[in-house]
């Protein structure tokens, strides 16, 4: 590809973007847009700078150095995650699976560079390995689009005057609130003031603390939450309590429950959740059909990569036939490009 048409179809992409965002900021393919745009800036800017400095750089490298990019960054995450099992404490089956996936995925990685560049005769076991070797890039680029969904969203501001307030829980330890879900509820008790503020006629926004009780709590996540935004300025009256939600989904259905028995079922919401967590969260409001605006508390710096991860494993799973097609259609596109590519 060209340097300017390939610098077209990244302008191209980038329309695409802008109206994905303009129209519906809680879908996935904001970040695939993007990360398309990006990629075919990568393509053309490598392009041009080989074309100045005289050297004729090999476009099919500029085509697959994003997804290469990818899988690295995905391999060292699981990595990371994975050498916690040399921790006694955080030691778990998990952990070593996510030790040997980084591991092969990085190999894989390797490899698959190794092998594009050895230019191998296009032999049938050749052939296939080259597939299989470029199939860790698939979750690579899933990954970083994902990345760019999230930072995008992460720009969405909340509309003013939400029906509630809604804080997503997370687990307690030794049956009080730690620093991550701490960080979430003041998120929510600086949402509250400033709504607090703009009404009219000083009426007070509703908060919705939601979570429900895990076998090592000695209570529910709902009421602990309840009684810190109560000790933190929030009337009684002001807060609803949701004490039974397990996961995600069962916090957003519950407290719409809620609300609905309040009378409050129309307008929109405001979900509070960790930085790591709003990518996903604000998916799911969408799959639910609840109309949300989700914002983010700050998370520490340490805890992201991992906590990170998991998120984007569990994305994954709210589209397991769109990822399957999406497999195929990569892995048809990787068969092909390996066989021109031993073919040369």
Known sequence: ??????????????????????????????????????????V????ALGGWAGVQLDRGALVLALPWLGAAVLGLLLLGFG???VRPAT??????????????????TAAGIALYLSGS???????????????PCYAGLALLSYVLYCLTYLRHRPRPGPTAIVVLG??????TVPRLLAHRLDAALAAWRDERDAYEHGRDPLVVPTGGQGPDEPTSEGLAMTAYLVAHG???????????????????LLSREILRARGMAGGHLRVVTSSFHVGRAALLTRRLG??????GAPTAWYFLPSAFLREYVAALTLRPRTNLTGLAVWAACTAALAYAVMAR
């Open 234 to 252: 929030v009337p009684p009256e002001c807060v609803a309590t949701e004490d039974r939600a397990t996961t995600t989904d069962e916090n957003l």
């Open 91 to 108: 030691r778990g089956r998990l952990a070593l699976v996510a030790l040997a996936a980084g591991l092969v995925v990085l190999a894989a």
């Open 290 to 295: 609840i109309d949300a605006d989700v914002t």
């Open 83 to 85: 050498s916690q099992v």
């Open 1 to 42: 590809m060209r340097p300017l048409a390939a610098l077209v179809l990244a302008a191209a992409f980038l329309v695409l973007h802008a109206r994905a965002v303009r129209v519906e900021p809680r879908r996935w393919r904001v970040g695939v847009l993007l990360l398309g745009a990006l990629w075919a800036l990568v």
């Open 121 to 135: 005769t296009a032999s049938a076991p050749a052939l296939a390995g080259a597939v299989v070797l470029l199939l």
């Open 170 to 175: 997370s687990g307690l330890v030794d049956g």
């Open 44 to 47: 053309a800017v490598g392009s």
